[in-house]
T-cell receptor, first 110, second 115 residues
Framework: RKEVEQDPGPFNVPEGATVAFNCTYS??????FFWYRQDCRKEPKLLMS???SGNEDGRFTAQLNRASQYISLLIRDSKLSDSATYLC???????????FGTGTSLTVIP | DADVTQTPRNRITKTGKRIMLECSQT?????MYWYRQDPGLGLRLIYY???????NKGEISDGYSVSRQAQAKFSLSLESAIPNQTALYFC??????????????FGPGTRLTVL
C-alpha cells in the first residue's frame, strides 16, 4: 500500500471555479502534512503546510482529518496561473522521511 | 542566486557509464535528499543525509550511491547506468531542529537519459 495516495486527475475547470483535491495517507503516526505545487518540468515548491485546525492562505484552504487520514486542498476562484500539478506530502515523526503522492493535475480553462 | 543548485541540468549517457550528479546549497541546512521522479510514480526517495557523517538509504537506493562531501554538498552517483534509471532527479534540503514540521527546498532538477 502506498504511503500517500492522490487522484491523478486531470481536473479541468473554468476560470473562477472552486476545485478540491483529496489525499489519503496510510501511516497513522504521520505528523506533518504539506501541499506542494509543481509546474511542468520544474521543481516542486511549497504551497502550504497543513495544520490540525486547518489553515487558509488567500484562495487556498487546507484541511487535515486525522481520524480518516486524509488531507484536502480547496482552491477558490481558480486562475489560469493555478494550472499545475499539486503534490500531497506527508512526513512521519520517526525517520523524517517525506512521502510524496503522485500528484493531481489541474488545468484552469479560460 | 538559487539556494539549491544541481549540475548538470541535462545529461544523456550510455548504458554502463558512471555518472555523478551534484547538488550544492547555500541555505545552511543540515539535511539533504536525493529523489527521482518518474511519470505516474511521483517522487521517490533514493538517499538522504542528516549531516556530513550521516547517510541513509531511501526507498529505491539500489544502483545508486551518495557522498556528503560537506554540509553544502551532496552528490549522487550511478556506478553503471542502466536505461530504467532514466528520470528527473531532484536534490532537496531541509533544516533540522523542528524536525517534522520542516519543509523541503528543491533544486531545479537534472534530467538524465540513459540510452
Amino acid at each position: 500500500r502506498k504511503e500517500v495516495e492522490q487522484d491523478p486527475g486531470p481536473f479541468n475547470v473554468p476560470e473562477g471555479a472552486t476545485v478540491a483535491f483529496n489525499c489519503t495517507y496510510s501511516n497513522s503516526a504521520s505528523q506533518s502534512f504539506f501541499w506542494y505545487r509543481q509546474d511542468c518540468r520544474k521543481e516542486p515548491k511549497l504551497l502550504m503546510s497543513v495544520y490540525s485546525s486547518g489553515n487558509e492562505d488567500g484562495r487556498f484552504t487546507a484541511q487535515l482529518n486525522r481520524a480518516s487520514q486524509y488531507i484536502s486542498l480547496l482552491i477558490r476562484d481558480s486562475k489560469l496561473s493555478d494550472s499545475a500539478t499539486y503534490l500531497c506530502v506527508v512526513n512521519t515523526n520517526t525517520g523524517n522521511q517525506f512521502y510524496f503522492g503522485t500528484g493531481t493535475s489541474l488545468t484552469v480553462i479560460p | 542566486d538559487a539556494d539549491v543548485t544541481q549540475t548538470p541540468r541535462n545529461r544523456i549517457t550510455k548504458t554502463g557509464k558512471r555518472i555523478m550528479l551534484e547538488c550544492s546549497q547555500t541555505k545552511g541546512h543540515d539535511r539533504m535528499y536525493w529523489y527521482r521522479q518518474d511519470p505516474g510514480l511521483g517522487l521517490r526517495l533514493i538517499y538522504y543525509s542528516f549531516d556530513v557523517k550521516d547517510i541513509n538509504k531511501g526507498e529505491i537506493s539500489d544502483g545508486y550511491s551518495v557522498s556528503r562531501q560537506a554540509q553544502a554538498k551532496f552528490s549522487l552517483s550511478l556506478e553503471s547506468a542502466i536505461p530504467n534509471q532514466t528520470a528527473l532527479y531532484f536534490c532537496a534540503t531541509s533544516p533540522s531542529g523542528r524536525a517534522h514540521r520542516d519543509t523541503q527546498y528543491f533544486g531545479p532538477g537534472t534530467r538524465l537519459t540513459v540510452l
